[in-house]
């Protein structure tokens, strides 16, 4: 009996440390898994892969928004500024690509054509010959005309010009194709702003797909005979212009220190009245126009001294003289300020005014509600411009707002001229002028 009880006894123990073990073993159990949450039939854990929605194959705004010019647009050396340069003259030409292969040398004499399309004119003139018409695009224009003696080249080249289209030559296969359609290349001239006066230019004519090599100072478009037509009027223009005018600016928001606007008046004492040439009231705020010991520093301490000042935006624009351009604040600045809106654009003329040698200049503030304000500035080589007294509040387009009602715009403009001479003065590169030289230069 003895033996029986530790024998059951025994049993007993194992039995308890067996539930026991398995106990210890389901607690190690549970703790080798991590918790799973179930989502809309997603199973969603720490190792999970996230799942995003497809997007449309559109280029990424960060590609889209990459430009070459934009760091030449929107950097301004104040230190180094330059407001008269002098470039010597250097022709602008513009050639047409993919023009095949030479035509043979073939003279045509007598030839008539009326009221006939380009193909069937040039398959009437090589009727003789081995070589095909093709039309890579359907041409409308009908052509009337004789040709009495020229050759096979200047004969083809009258007949396109005519017609509107332009071809080319496969000598391998005796082909000449006709499209409505070419390319062209410009060569630039080498100052990088007169590069950006004639982009501008083309942008404001609405040429498009322009593109630009910086390196070997170039440009490539496409286009049709209209488009042709427009480009060459307007390098003509440029290239027959003296002068082109350029805008070098800062835009600030300004923040008053107290609960008042900035007293402006206090200008006048801080700077002294021979600095402030100019005063000129628009339908919102008002142009002052200073003379060189007001620049982007001394206007900045005397802001400090009333309020605190934010640069929103920098960069140049230029234009040929007499010409229109513009300068888009967003497109030089962080997209979530409140100005990206503004334009600031400019039409500008430099020459005799009144026995005088003046910039005559609009400057106009826009945005895409229409135009905020507009003042009109002769200037000396020189001076500066100061915008003052547009309200940040013009740009809130929230019934309410955290920005206080003082808060403005502050515009600081620098005019620059760039003389184009005769290449054959001998005048180096890009020269700036100052001392003697600027004032024999503005009195000539």
């Known amino acids: 009996m003895i033996q029986n009880k530790a024998k059951n006894n025994m049993l007993l123990f194992v039995g308890i440390c067996s539930v026991l073990l398995n106990g210890c073993v389901n ?59 002098v470039v010597p003259e250097q022709k602008i030409e513009i050639v047409r690509l993919n023009t095949g292969d030479k035509l043979p040398d073939l003279k045509v004499s007598d030839f008539e054509f009326k009221k006939m ?33 020229s050759s096979l080249t200047d004969a083809v080249e009258l007949m396109a010009k005519l017609g509107h289209v332009y071809y080319s030559y496969d000598a391998d296969f005796g082909e000449i ?4 359609r070419g ?3 410009i060569k630039l001239p080498k100052d990088e702003t007169i ?27 496409e286009g049709d005979y209209q488009t042709e037509k427009e480009v060459s009027r307007l390098l003509a223009d440029v290239s027959s212009k003296k002068y082109v005018l350029a805008w070098d600016m800062d835009v ?40 060189p010991e007001i620049n ?56 005799d005014y009144g026995g005088y040698k003046k910039i005559d200049a609009k400057i106009v503030l826009s945005t895409t509600n229409g135009e905020l304000s507009s003042f009109t500035i002769p200037t000396n080589i020189g001076e500066n411009y100061v915008i003052v007294g547009i309200p940040t509040h013009s740009f809130v387009t929230t019934p309410e707002t955290l920005i206080s009602p003082f808060a403005e715009l502050v515009v600081f403009i620098s005019p620059r001229l760039i003389s184009i001479i005769d290449a054959k003065s001998g005048v180096d ?8 030289e600027l004032r024999d230069f503005l009195n000539q």
Request: charge should be negative.
């Open 27 to 85: 607690k190690n159990n549970d703790q080798m898994y991590d918790v799973v949450n179930v989502t809309e039939n997603i199973v969603i854990d720490e190792n999970s892969v996230p799942i995003f929605p497809k997007k449309a194959a559109l280029t990424t705004d960060t590609a889209q928004h990459f430009s070459l010019d934009l760091p030449k647009r929107c950097t301004v050396d104040w230190n180094n500024q330059s407001v008269v340069s």
């Open 117 to 149: 399309y380009v193909k069937d004119a040039l398959n009437k003139l090589l009727a003789d010959t081995d070589i095909s018409i093709i039309e890579d695009q359907a041409t409308f224009e009908k052509i009337t005309g004789s040709i009495k003696t």
């Open 177 to 180: 194709h006709l499209t409505g």
């Open 183 to 185: 390319k062209w290349m």
């Open 195 to 221: 590069i950006m006066a004639i982009l501008d230019a083309l942008r404001g004519a609405d040429i498009r797909n322009l593109l630009v090599n910086w390196q070997e100072k170039t440009l490539v478009f």
């Open 252 to 291: 600030y928001r300004v923040y008053p220190k107290t609960d008042n606007p900035i007293v402006w008046m206090n200008m006048l004492p801080a700077f002294g009245e021979n600095n402030i040439h100019m005063s000129v009231p628009g339908v919102v705020g008002r142009a002052l126009v200073v003379s």
């Open 296 to 351: 982007t520093k001394t206007l900045q301490e005397f802001i400090s001294q009333q309020a605190n000042a934010v640069l929103v935006s920098q960069g140049t624009f230029a234009i040929p003289n007499g010409w229109q351009s513009r300068f888009d604040i967003g497109q030089c600045g962080k997209e979530d300020r409140l100005e990206t809106d503004l334009i600031v654009s400019a039409t500008g003329v430099y020459g």
């Open 429 to 436: 590169e890009m020269k700036p002028l100052s001392g003697d």
